[in-house]
């Protein structure tokens, strides 16, 4: 069965640099999204994505964050310089939206856990 | 803004025990999520809940929805230890170029021998 994927599973970083997440969503999905969740908490929206240009935004994806789809798989957020405060779990998700309801189900990877330091 | 509501937020229950987990949300929507999550883990699609009044089941789980309401609940019939997990409902916004899904807080839910 067709999952999504990410990677590393694990990252650790120091305040200030710079870490790309990666995630490889299911290969016929159009729509890709990423959600944070910061330890013991409800997990939040951050970005959505769609025809090679973000959707929509929250709130949390201030200036620090970006998404790009480099290639014809990969989806990839970044963060340019770590703040303590995005330690968290961050999951990506994809959906195909299109044609029957059921279609909007977004389907979500494994996360990568982000510890900053 | 869109805010969804869980309750109860801990849930420790005995095994062979009933319970429901009730999901509020405050603007229309006509669909609705439950996952379930493991410690560290990621989220597992439960039900999807696609209309007013749809109800459905899966082993000790059911799950139904009340668009007028806008409420849906989770039912555990005859709980077991392997129930222990946090079970989150999420709600839609759609918009034509994707949807975002805004979640609840979560209900842990500990199922004791």
């Known amino acids: 069965e067709p999952e999504v994927t990410q990677t590393p599973s694990h990252q650790v970083t120091q305040m200030g640099q710079e870490v790309i997440l990666r995630c490889v969503p299911i290969s016929n999905h159009l729509y890709f999204y990423w959600y944070r969740q910061i330890l013991g908490q409800k997990v939040e929206f951050l970005v959505s994505f769609y025809n090679n240009e973000i959707s929509e935004k929250s709130e949390i994806f201030d200036d620090q964050f970006s998404v790009e789809r480099p290639d014809g798989s990969n989806f990839t957020l970044k963060i340019r310089s770590t703040k303590l405060e995005d330690s968290a779990m961050y999951f990506c998700a994809s959906s195909v939206n299109r044609g029957l309801a059921v279609d909007r189900e977004q389907f979500f990877g494994p996360g990568t856990r982000l510890t900053v330091l | 803004e869109l805010k969804v509501e869980q309750n109860p937020l801990f849930l420790s229950m005995q095994e062979g025990k009933n319970y429901t987990i009730y999901c509020n949300y405050s603007?229309?929507?006509?669909?609705l999520y439950w996952y379930r999550q493991d410690p560290g883990k990621s989220l597992e699609s439960l039900f999807v809940l696609l209309s007013n009044g749809a109800v459905k089941q899966e082993g000790r789980l059911m799950a139904s929805l009340d668009t007028k309401a806008r409420l849906s609940t989770l039912h555990i019939t005859a709980a077991v230890h392997d129930l222990s997990a946090t079970y989150f409902c999420a709600v839609p916004r759609y918009r034509t170029s994707g949807s975002r899904l805004t979640f609840g807080e979560g209900t842990q839910l500990t199922v004791n021998p």
């Open positions: 603007t229309t929507s006509d669909r």
